[in-house]
Every structure is written in C-alpha cells, then in structure tokens.
C-alpha cells in the first residue's frame, strides 16, 4: 500500500525558509510513470499546486510563486522535499505531498500545518 | 493560466437528494484533464473522477462526471450521510495545475 508521510517544522519565522520532507512508502518515487508534488491549502480556504518533481530531478512549478519554491528528490532515501523561501504569513497553510500519475493526484499524504509567525 | 470556477459555492441539500455541482473553465480543458476531488474536514483530498467521467477505485456508482470543453459537471444521484463534504474541480494544461475554489455540499 502506498503512502505518503510528510514531515517538518510546524512554525516557521517570516522571511525564512519553509522546508518539508515527504516519505513515500510502497512504491519507489524513481518509478517511471508518477511525479511527485506538494500542494498547499491555506486555513479555510482551497487547494494550490505548488510544483512537482520527476525522479530524473526535472520539475515544474506555479508561476504564481514568483520562483520562491524548490522541489528536490533524494532516490536513496525515498523521499521528496520542498523548500519555500521569504515566507510571509501569506503561506501559513496545511501542506501536502501527493502522487501525480498522469496529471492527476491519486494518493495523498495526510498534510502538515505550517504557520508562519510574525 | 486557466481559471475555474465552480457553483454553487455551497449546496444545502437532504440525504437521498441529488446534487449537481458546475465546474466552468475560463478556457477549453481537454477531458483527459478534468479531475474531481472530494474532501471532508480535517482530510486530504480524495480522488473522486478523472478524464472527466471515469470513477476512480473504490468509488460508488452514485457519482458521475459529465461535461467537456469548458463546462463540466459533477453529480450525485443520491445523497449518502457521507458525501457531504467539500468537492473540487481541477485541471491541466500547459504544464500547470489549478483547481476551482471548491463547492460544498452541507445537509439541509
């Protein structure tokens, strides 16, 4: 069974670096057919993809956050990470790691709240 | 980037009800890249339909995705206990992903 562990500080201070882990268990995220990406949901309200990550290193990301995030995946370990950089409250939100398989997210971690304090 | 749209913003219904639920794109989507979610409070989102139409595992009869070009639908023929919970639409194209703002199905 595939599943998906994120893991991270839960605060982060303003204008720092956010950067979560994401444990993939049951499958390989060398797998050939699957990326692998974080999404973010801000306190009440809905869903943004933030970028994904092949297992090659090739990625791609939303534009919308001005090039402030890097996905990385380490084959060895069987994770994936995200770093956003010059947090501000703005990005105080529960983030997810998932499973892309053919441009659509099929298996999700159970998310981590990160907040951004002042 | 494409934007979606989704109404009602909230849907107030009673179990055994049908609800329908509209998602619009502010550019054609290709089927293949229609995807419904549902999530309920404290949950990540579930896999719901995909390619528009296409029940994913695991998931009842009751739902069903229709729709293509820029207007797509999501219904449930019956309301189960269950299903009242928060329902997205996402997309891709051009190498990007974006979801509509979600509509919620709360019991009457």
């Known amino acids: 069974q595939l599943l998906l562990q994120e893991s991270g500080p839960g605060l982060v201070k303003a204008s720092e670096t956010l950067s979560l882990s994401c444990t993939v268990s049951?499958?390989?995220?060398?797998?050939?057919?699957?990326?692998w990406v974080w999404i973010r949901q801000p306190p009440g309200k809905g869903l943004e993809w933030i970028g994904s990550?092949?297992?090659?290193?090739?990625?791609y990301y939303n534009p919308s956050l001005k090039s402030r995030a890097t996905i990385s995946v380490d084959t060895s370990k069987n994770q994936f990470s995200l770093h956003l950089y010059s947090v501000t409250a703005a990005d105080t939100a529960v983030y997810y790691c998932?499973?892309?398989?053919?441009?659509?997210?099929?298996?999700w971690g159970q998310g981590t709240m990160v907040t951004v304090s002042s | 980037e494409i934007v979606l749209t989704q109404s009602p913003g909230t849907l107030s219904l009673s179990p055994g009800e049908r609800a329908t639920l509209s998602c619009r794109a502010s550019?054609?989507?290709?089927?293949?890249?229609l995807t419904w979610y549902q999530q309920k409070p404290g949950q990540a989102p579930r896999l719901l339909i995909y390619g528009a139409s296409s029940r994913a595992t695991g998931i009842p009869d009751r739902f069903s995705g229709s729709g293509s070009g820029t207007d797509f639908t999501l219904t449930i023929s019956r309301l189960e206990p269950e299903d009242f919970a928060v329902y997205y639409c996402q997309q891709y194209g051009s190498t990007q992903f974006t979801f509509g703002p979600g509509t919620k199905v709360e019991i009457k």
């Open positions: 049951g499958d390989s995220v060398s797998s050939t057919t699957d990326y």
């Open positions: 550019q054609r989507v290709s089927s293949t890249y």
């Open positions: 998932a499973r892309e398989r053919t441009t659509l997210f099929d298996i």
């Open positions: 990550i092949y297992y090659s290193g090739s990625t």
